[in-house]
T-cell receptor
Framework: KAGVTQTPRYLIKTRGQQVTLSCSPI?????VSWYQQTPGQGLQFLFE???????NKGNFPGRFSGRQFSNSRSEMNVSTLELGDSALYLC????????????FGSGTRLTVV | GQQLNQSPQSMFIQEGEDVSMNCTSS?????WLWYKQEPGEGPVLLIA?????ELTSNGRLTAQFGITRKDSFLNISASIPSDVGIYFC?????????????FGTGTRLKVLA
């Protein structure tokens, strides 16, 4: 079966712009989580969605937001981009809220210039 | 953000050698996971552990859930060049106070042929 699909794979944006990243989970998976990965900070949790509701949120500013649709697909949005937002953004899906292991997508590499 | 401590941070080993790495936390976890990430890709789940003391193998990989529930270990036997990558541990639940997975800082493995 298809894995977790993230689009786009690569993105270059200018400071101050906004960006929307997309994640399609494995068919049947209802939970989607987002992580930011940087060399200095490692994997940092952004948020988790289940049944179109945000169930957990990490310590990121309000510029980072997300949503989940009825088909479990999820999007995350970053507004007013800063240079420090450059990172690999990873989406992970699991059957249910809270776990039993994530399956990660390949990520979206965002570069802010 | 909250992270687990992994050691070593990086290691160079000769092909055929055994590798050991560990992950420690101040929190007690109910679940431990081990992931491997290769360049340009998202982490891939290697082993999941759900019970203190549990020892689980996946091919040449063996992982253990520490008795104290505050640590976990991963061993790779007879390493091969394709074992190169970053290995992450992740813990969930317990006294961490959250259902979300908390990731370790990663161990970068390089195998010399």
């Amino acid at each position: 079966k298809a894995g977790v699909t993230q689009t786009p794979r690569y993105l270059i944006k200018t400071r101050g712009q906004q960006v929307t990243l997309s994640c399609s989970p494995i068919s049947g998976h209802r939970s989607v989580s987002w992580y930011q990965q940087t060399p200095g900070q490692g994997l940092q949790f952004l948020f988790e969605y289940f049944s179109e509701t945000q169930r957990n949120k990490g310590n990121f500013p309000g510029r980072f937001s997300g949503r989940q649709f009825s088909n479990s697909r999820s999007e995350m949005n970053v507004s007013t981009l800063e240079l420090g937002d450059s990172a690999l953004y990873l989406c992970a899906s699991s059957l249910d809220f809270g776990g039993y292991g994530y399956t990660f997508g390949s990520g979206t590499r965002l570069t802010v210039v | 953000g909250q992270q687990l401590n992994q050691s070593p941070q990086s290691m160079f080993i000769q092909e055929g050698e055994d590798v050991s790495m560990n992950c420690t936390s101040s929190s007690i976890f109910n679940t431990w996971l081990w992931y491997k990430q290769e360049p340009g890709e998202g982490p891939v789940l290697l082993i999941a552990l759900y019970k203190a003391g549990e020892l689980t193998s996946n091919g040449r990989l063996t992982a253990q859930f520490g008795i104290t529930r505050k640590d976990s270990f991963l061993n790779i036997s007879a390493s091969i060049p394709s074992d190169v990558g970053i290995y992450f541990c992740a813990g969930q639940g317990g006294t961490s106070g959250t259902y979300k997975y908390i990731f370790g800082t990663g161990t970068r493995l390089k195998v010399l042929a």
